[in-house]
Nanobody, 113 residues
Framework: QVQLVESGGGLVQPGESLRLSCAAS????????MSWYRQAPGKERELVAR??????NYADSVKDRFTISSDNAKNMVYLQMNSLKPEDTAVYYC????????WGPGTQVTVSS
C-alpha cells in the first residue's frame, strides 16, 4: 500500500526557514520521481519542485529559495525552504506518480509576522 506522510510544517516569520519531509512507503522509492506541490486558500494546487533521477525542477516563484532533495536509503524526500514569504503560505503535499498519482495528507506552512 502506497503511503506518503509529510511533516515539518509550522508557523514562521517572513525570512525564516523550514524543512519539510515526506516519508514514502509501499513502492520502490528509487525508481520514481517525487514532487512537492502546494495549495493556498482559494487557489489551485501548484507544482513547487520535482526531483526525477538526476533532474530537478522548480517553480519560478521558489527558485533560489527552495531546495528539493531525496534519500533513497531512507525513502525520504525533503524540501528546504529559505527566505520564506507570506505568499508561501499554503498546505504542502508530496506526490508520486505510479499507475496513478498518490498524495500525502499535506502539512500546513504559514508565513506571517
Amino acid at each position: 500500500q502506497v503511503q506518503l506522510v509529510e511533516s515539518g510544517g509550522g508557523l514562521v516569520q517572513p525570512g525564516e526557514s523550514l524543512r519539510l519531509s515526506c516519508a514514502a512507503s509501499g513502492f520502490t522509492f528509487s525508481r520514481y520521481g517525487m514532487s512537492w506541490y502546494r495549495q493556498a486558500p482559494g487557489k489551485e494546487r501548484e507544482l513547487v519542485a520535482r526531483i526525477t533521477g538526476g533532474s530537478i525542477n522548480y517553480a519560478d516563484s521558489v527558485k533560489d529559495r527552495f531546495t528539493i532533495s531525496s534519500d533513497n536509503a531512507k525513502n525520504m524526500v525533503y524540501l528546504q525552504m529559505n527566505s520564506l514569504k507570506p505568499e508561501d503560505t499554503a498546505v504542502y503535499y508530496c506526490k508520486v506518480r505510479l499507475i496513478r498519482d498518490y498524495w500525502g495528507p499535506g502539512t500546513q506552512v504559514t508565513v506571517s509576522s
